[in-house]
């Protein structure tokens, strides 16, 4: 069981003296959306290396104008919690936190009949600190190679479709007027496709596990 508790508001206003977890949910697409959800959300990320997620787009520091510039990231939203079984069936859950826009678009689909759950794009990036090295790295996102993901929205039955907004916003610091509102989902895998999930428990300790399943004549490429 991989249950990755993040704290979701330095991962809007960074505290230089926390070393906490961070995560990002950065794209979402699905669910009958037009389009995809806006990265509407820029904020600074404690990460500072190499990094091997592409997706995440960050502008590492020293680049640009402003040459003592930290890095930052362009995302959808900011993650509270991201869990998963380990399987390659079970369901990936997400706890975010997403501008009044975004949020608004996925409640209303939810107040319509939400007759489509595919989700079309799906990436999220998270980072640790190493106490032991003393240097960020990469926790948990999509493997190379698959950067953003397929699925669909867990669905155990016809009306408990495992979608849900907050109906009140929270402020992402007691002194900032910026709020945003929780948004919770689960995803699982879509019909013969599969993924690598490239999670790490230090910043030497990484490792590759499958998600779906892919049955045929590429099973055996599929299952590792």
């Not at 867990?154 to 007027?177: F, M, Q, W, Y």
Request: net charge neutral.
């Amino acid at each position: 069981m991989y249950d990755l508790s993040c704290d979701w508001r330095s991962g809007f206003v960074m505290d230089p003296l926390k070393k906490q977890r961070v995560g990002y949910l950065v794209s979402l697409n699905g669910f009958g959306l037009t389009q995809a959800l806006q990265k509407d959300i820029i904020v600074y990320t404690p990460f500072n290396g190499t990094k091997a997620y592409g997706a995440i787009g960050d502008v590492k520091a020293g680049e640009g104008e402003d040459k003592s510039s930290m890095a930052k990231a362009t995302v959808v939203g900011v993650l509270e919690s991201f869990s998963w079984g380990g399987g390659v069936g079970d369901p990936l859950t997400f706890s975010a936190y997403l501008s009044q826009e975004n949020a608004n678009q996925i409640q209303i689909k939810q107040q319509t009949t939400l007759k489509n759950t595919v989700i079309k794009d799906l990436a999220w990036w998270i980072v640790n600190y190493d106490e032991e090295l003393k240097e960020w790295f990469e926790e948990c996102h999509p493997a190379k190679g698959n950067e953003t993901i397929i699925g669909q929205l867990n669905a155990p039955g016809k009306t408990d479709i495992r979608l849900a907004v907050a109906s009140e916003p929270v402020k992402v610091a007691p002194n900032i007027d910026v709020n945003v509102y929780n948004v919770y989902f689960e995803v699982v895998p879509a019909a013969n496709l599969a993924y690598d999930i490239k999670l790490a428990t230090s910043s030497k300790k990484k490792f590759i596990k499958g998600w779906g399943l892919k049955v045929g004549t590429q099973a055996e490429a599929a299952v590792k």
